[in-house]
C-alpha cells in the first residue's frame, strides 16, 4: 500500500555534494516520520537523521552534523537527505524508513523501508 524509493545516488570524489530524494508512493493520506540510514560493506547499519511528521525536528548523527540536511515537502510526498562535503567514509547504502514517530524509526521500529542506494565517494 506505501513504498519508499530512494534516488539521486551515485559516485564522487571527496568534498562533492549528493542530494538524496524519499519519495512515498500508496496511500499518502497519513504522514509519517522518515529517518535515513545507512550501512557500509561489512558495517551494521545505523540511522544518519531523521525528521518528524511536521517537518519542525530535525535529528543527526555528529558524524554528518553540519554537512547534511534533511527536509521535506509534503506536497511531492517526498523527503530529502542533501549530503554537502562528502567523505570516502560516507561511502554506503542509504536507505529511507517511514514510521509514526521518529523515535520509533530510530530504535528500528519502522513501517516501511526503501530498498536502498548506493553513495560511493572515493577518495
Known amino acids: 500500500q506505501v513504498q519508499l524509493v530512494e534516488s539521486g545516488g551515485g559516485l564522487v570524489q571527496a568534498g562533492d555534494s549528493l542530494r538524496l530524494s524519499c519519495t512515498v508512493s500508496?496511500?499518502?493520506?497519513?504522514?509519517?516520520?522518515v529517518g535515513w540510514f545507512r550501512q557500509a560493506p561489512g558495517k551494521e547499519r545505523h540511522i544518519v537523521g531523521g525528521?518528524?511528521?511536521?517537518?519542525?525536528?530535525?535529528y543527526y548523527v555528529d558524524s554528518v552534523k553540519g554537512r547534511f540536511t534533511i527536509s521535506r515537502d509534503d506536497a511531492k510526498n517526498t523527503v530529502f537527505l542533501q549530503m554537502n562535503n562528502l567523505k570516502p567514509e560516507d561511502t554506503a547504502v542509504y536507505h529511507c524508513?517511514?514510521?509514526?514517530?521518529?523515535?520509533?524509526?530510530?530504535?528500528?521500529?519502522?513501517?516501511?523501508w526503501g530498498k536502498g542506494i548506493q553513495v560511493t565517494v572515493s577518495a
Open positions: 524508513a517511514a514510521g509514526p514517530t521518529l523515535t520509533t524509526v530510530n530504535i528500528g521500529g519502522a513501517t516501511y
Open positions: 500508496g496511500d499518502t493520506s497519513s504522514t509519517y516520520a
Open positions: 525528521i518528524s511528521r511536521s517537518g519542525g525536528y530535525t
